[in-house]
């Protein structure tokens, strides 16, 4: 778990996506204009908008709402209206620019500098920006320093008009506290659970329900193009020969860099993590403190740390852990101070409390601890082959990779070519454009190249990866379609037995809540269950309830009821349905709210923030004259039903 922590703290954005800010579709209006239309999309305010500043939009987008939902079809899309909204947010965004010019809001270059020198991506060792490192991951991800730097300072400009604009938002300590009294108002209930999966029991679908199930939801089987291709890797790694290296060589790097091979304080330690998003509600993390207490007590009372992981990483407790590694001081990035500080202050096998993160809650037990030193050569003597040896390939890098595709141009085959410059030719297994194989690290402008390769066609063109490039020959195409009803028998198997168990649950749910209509139906039903009625943990209003997972209807129904007694409707549980009753409602903690206080004002002081920028942002919409000179472009014009309508003149 260690390595996703410091990954997490690599990640870096390079876009605003106006998405983000709760805005409603403008429905702009098409008109007329005397420039050159073929390359207009619209203008706002009389200012073009481009085509080819709109399809740029459009790609990144579509880039980000992929890797975040890589399930998301285009049809999905398309019937969303995500093209007007990307264009909406486009039209936003220039409109915001023009109220900045004209409130005198600007961001200098020294201001773009100073916050480019923030971003850890771009930092060396010493936390120092390095324009190397700056320039390397730009160009690896195919943005040159011009575009990131426009998009930056877009970036900056926008947040510090929303600063601006909603500058007079002020939040009043009573205001606060209402808001703090109902959120933290708790209830419990007492309730009877019925649980689809003891009701499906004994059901067994049949060959022709499977076969229904699957032509019917067909679509859910999609599979998408993939391609195995041999590939010739261009890259100081792949291309280093480290027998080459001298152990002079060696000794010379070793004894010209003893502050690299510095070796920083270290403690052995491992850890449990429940996952917890930063505005989890206070009874996820209740019952994730419990749990991880609970994980404490075992491991005191000599329990294997092995046992006590979870058999299936994707656990409805979001539980995962990690077994003994060596950590460096200052190795981990900010983000996650609280978890190294703990880490170090512990003795050893000495076990924390829970300790949170931006990850969630961890449980952290430490072992040996190593005093800062130099690491002795011998130590270190691979990591300088390795070292040298890549420097020395990234030399002959380009000479080589021009030699392979002079001689590809030419016809020559891609692993002849390769074999004349003593470069291997590699062979993947089959893979798709969204999980392409990871050890390549190929660029999407690469994987999109490939994809429109036919069979046995070779890359005319370096393909670029992270560290370098590849060329590529399509060793085999298998196009779209559908996995066979064969291959996902059980999993539709599974699905049915699921649907009957719910179904059952909730017809059994409904049958008992109908009997219990009368006194006598009530006091039968309460008496032939007793063994079964069980009462909840206290929940918030935030739609989670302990044991049950998210019922936003029942806690709804729970905060509403005037009095404790039984609810009439049978409610959907994580695992079924349940009948329920409010057993008791519990009032705020007032000593909460002496040490939540300064967090409830900041937070009632950014929501208000958002309101007034809202406010302000649906004015200024409102008094832009947008109007779209190719709305084909933007397809489908979306309706405030939600569904696409024809768009046209």
């Known amino acids: 778990m260690l390595d996703p922590m410091r990954k997490y703290a690599q990640s870096w954005g390079i876009k605003i996506v106006f998405g983000l800010i709760i805005i409603v579709f403008v429905f702009w209006g098409v008109g007329n204009f005397n420039g050159d239309k073929a390359t207009m999309l619209a203008t706002i305010d009389g200012q073009p908008v481009l085509i080819k500043d709109y399809e740029k939009a459009y790609q990144e987008s579509l880039r980000l709402v992929k890797s975040r939902n890589p399930d998301v079809t285009d049809k999905d899309l398309q019937d969303g209206g995500f093209r007007w909204q990307v264009f909406n947010n486009l039209a936003t965004t220039r409109i915001l620019e023009t109220q900045a010019r004209k409130l005198g809001v600007s961001v200098s270059p020294d201001e ?63 205001e606060a506290r209402s808001i703090f009294d109902f959120m933290r108002e708790q209830a419990v209930i007492r309730y009877i659970p019925f649980k689809a999966e003891d009701l499906a029991k004994g059901f067994s679908p049949t060959a022709e329900q499977i076969k229904a199930y699957y032509e019917a939801r067909k679509d859910q089987f999609a599979t998408p193009a993939q391609l195995k291709i041999d590939f010739v890797e261009f890259t100081p790694k792949a291309m280093s020969k480290p027998a080459e290296v001298s152990d002079a060589d060696i000794e010379a790097a070793y004894a010209a860099n003893q502050k690299k091979y510095a070796k920083p304080e270290q403690v052995r330690v491992r850890h449990f993590l429940i996952m917890l998003p930063a505005d989890a509600p206070q009874d996820a993390v209740a019952a994730a403190e419990a749990k991880l207490k609970d994980l404490a ?64 809650l961890h449980l952290i037990q430490a072992g040996e601890h190593q005093p800062a030193g130099e690491k002795a050569l011998a130590e270190v003597t691979d990591d300088i082959r390795a070292e040298l040896a890549e420097q020395k390939a990234a030399d002959r890098l380009t000479k080589a990779l021009d030699a392979v595709l002079e ?60 560290d370098g490039f590849v060329l590529a020959r399509v060793a085999d195409v298998k196009p779209a379609g559908f996995a066979p009803l064969e291959e996902v028998t059980d999993v539709i198997k599974d699905r049915l037995v699921a649907e009957e168990g719910q179904k059952r649950a909730r017809a059994k749910a409904e049958e008992t809540a109908k009997a219990m209509e009368t006194p006598e139906g009530q006091q039968k039903v309460l008496a032939d269950s007793k063994d079964k009625i069980a009462t909840s943990e206290p929940f918030t209003r935030q739609g989670f309830i302990p044991g049950l997972g998210m019922a936003p209807v029942l806690v709804q129904t729970a905060f509403e009821a005037k009095a404790p007694g039984w609810f009439k409707a049978a409610y959907a549980v994580s695992d079924g349905f349940v009948l329920a009753a409010l057993d008791k409602r519990l009032p705020a903690e007032a000593a909460l709210w002496d040490k939540e206080k300064d967090r409830w004002m900041q937070t009632l002081a950014q929501t208000k923030r958002t309101e007034l920028f809202n406010a302000y942002l649906k004015t200024v919409q409102e008094t832009a004259k947008v109007e779209i000179i190719n709305d084909q472009i933007l397809g489908p014009r979306p309706t405030p039903g939600g569904a696409p309508a024809q768009s046209g003149k």
């Open 112 to 174: 773009l500098r100073a916050e480019i020198a923030k971003i850890p991506a771009f930092q060396n060792e010493s936390k120092q920006f390095d324009a190397k490192r700056y320039e390397n991951l730009l160009k690896s991800n195919g943005v040159s320093p011009g575009e990131f730097e426009d998009d930056l300072r877009q970036q900056l400009l926008l947040e510090k008009l929303a600063g601006y604009v909603s500058l007079p938002a002020t939040v009043t300590e009573a």
């Open 297 to 360: 007590a075992k491991l005191k009372a000599g329990v294997d740390f092995a046992s006590l992981l979870p058999k299936n990483p994707n656990n409805p407790e979001g539980l995962i852990g990690e077994d003994w590694a060596w950590l460096p001081k200052g190795s981990l990035p900010k983000e996650f101070g609280a978890f190294e500080d703990k880490a170090f202050a512990l003795k050893k096998d000495e076990i924390s409390e829970p300790v949170r993160t931006s990850l969630g």
């Open 407 to 466: 001689k590809v141009a030419s016809g020559e085959d891609l692993a002849k070519a390769a074999a004349a410059e003593n470069l291997e030719v590699k062979a993947s297994a089959f893979f798709d454009q969204q999980t392409p194989p990871a050890d390549l690290a190929l660029s999407e402008q690469a994987l999109a190249s490939l994809f429109k390769m036919k069979k046995g066609e070779v890359s005319d063109t370096p393909l670029s990866t992270q």
